[in-house]
Structure formats: C-alpha cells, structure tokens
C-alpha cells in the first residue's frame, strides 16, 4: 500500500506504507488510511515530527558512542554495518517540508481521499 499526501501548497508526496504510517504515527497517534491535518494542527504535527526526530539522533548518538567502545572487537563493527538504515531525519524531510509549506499557504493536508 501507499499513502498519497496532497496540499494545495505543495506538489504529492507518496510514501511507502511502513514510512506512512510511522509518520502518521508519530504526528497523529494513529496511522489511518484516510485522514486530514488543518492547518490549525500542523504547528503541532510540526513539533512532533521535530521531537521524534531529536530523539532519534539521541539514540543514534548514544549507539555510536557503545559502538566505539566495543571497537576493538571486528565482528561488532560487521554486525552494526549490517544494521544501518535510513534516518527518520532523511525519511520525514519531504513531509516536514510539506507541513511547513501548507502552514504558510494556511492549507490542509489530506492522504487517502
């Protein structure tokens, strides 16, 4: 499945079904296949996709800082190698960009419908 994200500020946005939801998630609590933010909650849906992303680097940094300690043994730097995906800073970029684009534009943004 996709998840289409339309505004009238911004050109669509299409995410597979795992980003889609883990961003609605996080912006929402839910991950529903049809829904809207009005401009009136995109500062909020803005702070919380800024939060998560924070934290993420916290972890992020936090798992480096081990992952240098135990550097010594080479089959943890192989293994941690195997595990690198992409950031939710990298993933949440063109969606970020779509809420602060339809905040200015004073314009709701919709998926599923």
């Given at each position: 499945m996709l998840y289409k994200f339309k505004s009238k500020a911004t050109s669509d946005l299409i995410m597979?079904?795992?980003?889609g939801k883990r961003l609605l998630t996080i912006i929402?609590?839910?991950?529903?296949?049809k829904g809207i933010l009005t401009p009136a909650q995109l500062p909020q849906a803005?702070?919380?996709l800024e939060a998560a992303i924070a934290l993420e680097e916290v972890r992020i940094a936090d798992a480096l800082s081990v992952q240098k300690e135990a550097s010594s043994n080479p089959q943890a730097r192989m293994s941690s190698r195997e595990h690198e995906t992409v950031s939710l800073r990298r993933r949440a970029q063109?969606?970020?960009?779509?809420?602060?684009?339809?905040l200015s534009a004073q314009?709701?943004?919709?998926?599923?419908v």
């Open positions: 597979l079904e795992p980003d929402r609590n839910d991950d529903s296949s803005i702070k919380a063109p969606m970020l960009e779509m809420l602060r684009r339809s314009t709701d943004v919709v998926w599923g």
